[in-house]
């Protein structure tokens, strides 16, 4: 498939996330506005720093005057997690070209890497497509950025509808299809129960982190040990 | 003109989160390194699921809130089970949801 043909197709594959994603950036647009930004700072973070979370408390953060230095820390913080997904990419595109690498490493986010896995898991790795899918959900975040913005508080609260579901219903559509085998279901128990401890005891968005690496990597234990116990009975059988 | 330095700052750390690992992690990983990676996708996934249904963000950080969000996630979690189609997964959910919501109050 030609690379553009690819790009479109990881474009296309994201489309399912833009629901989930079209309203908080309404949201964030509101919200920073009333913060005091103006249209462009607001438009400009969606474009430059181009992460959810961070820019929701980085609004939050403007609007009580705190140090720009601490903004940036708690940046840091909450995006930490991100080191993970890419350490996760890079293992199905690590063929690819640097210069396609450092591109994709811009807008890796949390919707993103979920379509890209799903697809590598099952046709193989493809920068282009990771490229395709990063490029789509910068589009919609930008464009509903810029609605938001000129609706203003047409908008409602979407917490308060509860559209805040739409993000763990999405993961739910791709995480479990994927709990097929034993290990696969331990891997997801001790995610939980990592995830929900860290989550009521450190602030910020280190649970994914904690639960993101502990989680596996006992996973790849387990995985390992099976494997050793299926070589033994294959001697003894042979 | 600070505000702009402030996001050229918040772009720096988080590019350097994501581009660190896709740049480093060039050539074939060790085997233990790419069965770990390999349960990464789960171990995510379900971090990003559980505590964005059973926790809410109090005043002192979070703390856990089982309601309505916990059965429309059981709900969503059939589905997805039956249909792995994400679109249908999060409309079912959301009207379980809703209908929840109207239930209990």
């Known amino acids: ?238 | 003109m600070s505000i702009w330095l402030t996001y050229a700052g918040m772009a720096a750390v988080t590019y350097a989160a994501r581009a660190i690992p896709l740049l480093l992690l060039r050539n074939d990983p060790p085997p233990w390194l790419a069965l770990w990676l390999k349960y990464v996708p789960p171990a995510v996934f379900t971090a990003l699921i559980v505590p964005a249904v059973v926790t809410q963000m109090g005043d002192y950080g979070r703390v856990l809130q089982l309601g309505p969000a916990v059965g429309a996630a059981v709900v969503g979690a059939l589905v997805a089970w039956r249909t792995a189609n994400a679109i249908v997964t999060v409309g079912v959910g959301m009207v379980a949801f809703w209908l929840i919501r109207l239930v209990v109050g």
């Open chain 1, 1 to 238: 498939m030609s690379r553009w043909a690819t790009i479109r197709q990881g474009f296309l594959a994201t489309l399912v996330v833009w629901p989930g994603v079209a309203p908080f950036g309404m949201v964030y647009a509101v919200s920073a506005l009333s913060a005091g930004l103006s249209f462009w700072e607001t438009l400009g973070m969606s474009l430059i720093v181009f992460a959810g979370a961070a820019q929701f408390t980085a609004v939050g953060m403007f609007g009580s005057d705190a140090h720009p230095f601490s903004i940036i820390a708690t940046t840091a913080i909450i995006n930490a997690r991100h080191l993970l997904l890419a350490a996760s990419t890079a293992s199905y595109i690590r063929k690819s070209p640097t210069w396609l690498r450092a591109l994709v490493a811009f807008q890796l986010t949390d919707e993103t890497y979920a379509v890209g896995v799903q697809h590598f898991n099952q046709h193989g790795g493809n920068a282009w497509f990771q490229l395709g899918s990063n490029l789509s959900l910068y589009v919609v975040w930008a464009t509903s950025t810029i609605i938001g913005s000129l609706l203003g508080a047409l908008i409602p609260n979407p917490a308060a509808l509860g559209l805040d579901l739409i993000f763990p219903l999405t993961f739910i559509a791709f995480t479990v299809p994927m709990l097929r085998d034993r290990v696969n279901l331990v891997v997801a128990l001790l995610a939980t129960i990592v995830a929900v401890v860290t989550a009521l005891v450190l602030p910020g968005g280190w649970y994914v982190l904690t639960a993101g690496i502990l989680a596996s990597a006992v996973g790849a234990w387990l995985a390992q040990r099976q494997q050793l116990v299926q070589k033994e009975l294959i001697n003894e059988n042979s």
